[in-house]
């Protein structure tokens, strides 16, 4: 591997450990405060700083969507993946949140056929039905458990497999830093509303009410390893490739399950470590069907 590129899977690696470090400052905040509101401050904090930024790099004209309904879209599925996502950080461990999130690319596989037109190959639909096996096993023993919040991280795949089409039908649609504040901007209108809702539905777990400072400023920790995670990714993808970068993804999975033991003393139990290793499976057959599929259209 050159040194470029080993630089970038290096950055790739280091941008996906972030993630679950903001994942675990999210779970810290059980109890303390709405997780809705949790999710409404982060992409509101998120919006604002990207908004700035945007405003001095590329002026007025870059808060111009070309398609805006499709921006909306995008807000839309990061807010419902991210509303989901919250919810479950308060309610279970973090590896198996995240393990059962990881089925977003068999999701988004199968979504991809009937979204995008594409045809869906053999191999991939072994990948699907292989991911969803995986979050059967997870699944069946919290549900008995927590019950149907424990679907909540499935919620989470789905928001994120919308994100990844819409992703695909906006390229091109504008600068990596305007896609980035119209979804963050996009995710903070929905949450919003959503966290009111939550507030006014008078559950205990999603009332408002002033937050203490260290809720705000753990918010901001969580904003800034996002933004930086994304930054890191986006410098790893555009070094060392996107099927190189790819497989890295699954660091977050292994970085949340030992900050979960440190932190919280949560070590997955064996049906968590069965099925996320049965999804990293599917994960690693749709990595490996994409890379033959682009080494066939390249000869």
Known sequence: ???????????????????????????????????????????????????????????????????????????????????????????????????????????????????????VRPLTWLAIVTAFAGGLVILQPNVLVLGWGALLPLGTALGMSLLVISNRAAAGQGSMLSMQFFVAAGAAAMLIPASLIGHASGLEMLQIGMPDWSVVARCMLVTVTGTLGHALIYYGTTHAGAATVAPATYVQLITASLLGWLAFDNLPDLPTMAGALIIVAAGLILWWDGRQLASTRQR
Do not use: H, Y
């Open 1 to 119: 591997m050159a040194g470029g590129e080993r630089t970038g899977l290096l950055a790739a690696i280091a941008g996906f450990a972030l993630f679950s470090v903001g994942d675990t400052v999210t779970k810290s905040m059980a109890g303390a405060w709405s997780p809705l509101a949790v999710a409404a401050l982060r992409f509101c904090m998120g919006a604002t700083i990207l908004g700035a930024v945007l405003a001095m790099r590329e002026g007025r004209q870059a808060f111009r969507p070309e398609n805006p309904w499709l921006q909306v879209a995008r807000g839309s599925a990061l807010g419902f993946a991210t509303l989901c996502f919250f919810s479950a950080l308060f309610i279970m461990p973090l590896s198996t949140a995240i393990s059962i999130a990881f089925m977003a690319p068999a999701i988004t596989a199968l979504l991809s056929g009937p979204l995008l037109g594409e045809k």
